[in-house]
């Protein structure tokens, strides 16, 4: 048994300092943070598996459940001891037991990190210690229903208790934690038994209206998200908050497992707390349990873990959990989906409260995805370009479905926001954003006609052209620009074809054709290349054909002097551009092919 078990520090749950993979970053300056993880060598066997009762003896030694299996023999045997199926203890028997228990643990943790420096096993005590007093502080919650001074006498010797508990550990261990990060892991210890006081006075002081104790419990949630969020300066840190913290622990895993274990319980305490109080003294015991809880109700505190997520990542300058983190913040909108679901009355009680068919948990999920993709996109965090512009386009098409005939009010906003981000990032994805919510509230906000059609055709080519242009430096760019350039031309000459047999006003008929000529030669000259002065010359070209076609078949054809006029300005045009071409004006490169009289005369025949 001993050789299997006693294999080198990790067989003996130990953990040193500095053990483990170091991986080191650089962070680049720039608008993006960027990670470079040098390479690391990769163990073959890495993915064989052996499953054999030797390395599950191995497995159940190193991480060591029974503490955990242990807290729960503990609650559970209370409650068949004492015959308590609700979640309230009414005598002070089972919850001594509880509290000498957690005490228990205390000097387990200290004896063992003392005297066998047995790091693992303590940070398992730790989290077995938070979580039972966040029970403690449950188990009380139907006292503070009596009275004001009952519920005081029962609450604050346990918030005291708790407090003594958590400094005893930290200072015995020797852990040192930044002044921000003990005051909301205090913060949290310390609403637990706070909270439910304020519920229970504004239920005792309005008996006959549910309302204030309700509201009060789904406040709880967003209280808790903003002492969460005060660890922003820690995260802000990111590897220095754990140098020299007086533990073998490094970040990550320290401090953050113990700010992850918090929020986790901030969930519990927050479905627990609607349990104890939503219907005066609960609704049951734990066999018969129904709440108005949803998952709605985490939006708040994964918020602020979700920030402090992205904080700790540009502090590490890692992408990949930056990445991680925009891929999480579509859970955001799920719990929100998802709660729309729920259909029972005490669910009602809840969001009757707070929510109208147009603010429902799913417009909760979904605002706070886009906070957290703008608070990501004004820290200049990579990937959050790309939840913005989907929350603009979303919330675009949100308003203009419910604005009627001023559709293009939310549609002409949108279209500003998303071209502030083109300009301030001109990365090839802003632009397929915004060209694709163009494309989008053109077609919202045309009405249906015969030329609805065409104008979207025009807008898409137009879209591919000006992407083009913007990505001019790359092989897909120039590639684009010549797609839309051969397709803007292909549309002029279409339309010059078809506009004088269509029923439209005179002045349109020259009005669009002007446009597209103008537009195609300006787009042309911009680019600049060679290739493009021909595109531009085509385009002047048809122009002046089309208009002369059109003008001699209108005006020209009854007069004879006239169209011989007509001939003699288009020789007349025709010799200027050859002699421009002769001078090199409206060459490509090549040298003039007319020579000097000199040098036609001194030069012999080949």
């Known amino acids: 048994m001993s050789e299997i078990i006693n294999q080198g520090e990790i067989g003996q749950g130990r953990e040193p300092a500095g053990s483990g993979p170091q991986i080191n970053f650089t962070v680049e300056q720039g608008e993006e943070t960027k990670e470079k993880i040098p ?66 643990l205390t000097v387990t943790a200290i004896f063992i990190v003392k005297v066998g420096k047995v790091w693992n096993d303590a940070r398992s005590i730790m989290m077995c210690i938070l979580a039972l007093l966040m ?79 309700l509201l009060a419990i789904l406040a709880f949630p967003v209280v808790m998200a903003l002492v969460i969020l005060s660890w922003i300066p820690s995260a802000m840190k990111g590897r220095e908050i754990a140098q020299d913290n007086g533990t073998p622990w490094t970040a990550p895993r320290f401090p953050w497992v113990v700010a992850g274990f918090l929020i986790i319980c901030v969930f519990l305490r927050t479905y627990l707390l609607s349990l104890s109080f939503q219907d005066a003294r609960g ?6 349990l129904e709440t108005g809880f949803d998952l709605y109700m985490m939006i708040p505190p994964l918020f602020a873990a979700m920030i402090l997520m992205v904080e700790y990542a540009r502090a590490t300058g890692s992408r990949r959990v930056i990445l991680q983190a925009v891929f999480l913040s579509f859970v955001l909108i799920l719990l929100g989906g998802v709660s729309l679901f729920s259909h029972t009355n005490a669910y009602r009680q809840f969001t009757g409260l707070v929510f109208t068919d147009a603010f429902n948990p799913l417009a909760l999920g979904f605002g706070a995805a886009v906070v957290f993709y703008i608070y990501g996109w004004l820290r200049k965090l990579p990937y959050f370009d790309i939840g913005v512009n ?60 015969l030329y609805k059609t065409p104008a979207l055709i025009h807008l898409c080519v137009l879209m591919l052209m000006l992407v083009g242009y913007f990505n001019r430096a790359t092989i897909w760019g120039q590639i684009l620009r010549v797609m839309g350039v051969v397709l803007w031309l292909g549309l002029f000459i279409v339309g010059m074809a078809i506009l004088p047999s269509k029923n439209l006003a005179l002045h349109w008929k020259f009005i669009y054709p002007a446009f597209m000529c103008l537009s195609g030669i300006a787009y042309c000259l911009l680019c600049r290349e060679k290739y493009f002065k021909v595109f531009a010359a085509i385009f002047a070209g048809c122009g002046v054909i089309g208009l002369g076609i059109y003008f001699y078949g209108k005006v020209l054809v009854v007069s004879r002097g006239g169209q011989i006029i007509f001939w003699a300005v288009l020789s007349f045009a025709g010799a200027v551009l050859i002699s421009l071409h002769k001078g090199g004006i409206l060459r490509l490169g090549n040298p003039p092919m007319e020579h000097t009289e000199k040098e036609e005369g001194n030069t012999p025949p080949q």
Request: glycine share 8%.
């Open 390 to 449: 989907i929350s603009v386009i979303v919330t675009m098409l949100i308003c203009m479905t419910y604005s009627g005939d001023l559709r293009w009010i939310p549609a002409a906003a949108s279209l500003l926001v998303l071209g502030l981000m083109l300009i301030r990032r001109t990365t090839p994805l802003n632009q397929v954003f915004f060209f694709g919510a163009l494309l989008l509230a053109t077609d919202l906000c045309l009405p249906g006609s």
């Open 283 to 288: 609704v049951g015991g734990f066999r018969d």
């Open 135 to 213: 029970i403690l502080s449950v188990s009380v919650d139907s006292q503070t229903l009596d009275s004001f001074g009952d519920g005081a006498i029962w609450l604050g010797p346990g918030l005291v208790f708790s407090v003594v508990i958590l400094e005893t550990l930290r200072r015995q261990l020797k852990i040192r934690l930044p002044g921000n990060f003990l005051f909301g892991i205090y913060a949290i210890i310390g609403l637990f038994f706070a909270y439910p006081l304020i519920v229970s006075q504004l239920i005792l002081q309005y008996p006959d209206d549910r309302s204030p104790g």
């Open 39 to 104: 390479s690391m060598p990769v163990d073959p066997n890495i993915m064989n598996i052996d499953v054999t009762p030797q390395s599950l003896i191995r497995l159940i030694y190193n991480t060591n459940p029974f503490y955990l299996i242990s807290s729960l023999l503990v609650l559970y045997g209370a409650q068949i001891l004492f015959q308590t199926n609700d979640l309230s203890l009414p005598t002070l028997i089972p919850v001594g037991i509880i509290s000498a228990f957690i005490v228990l």
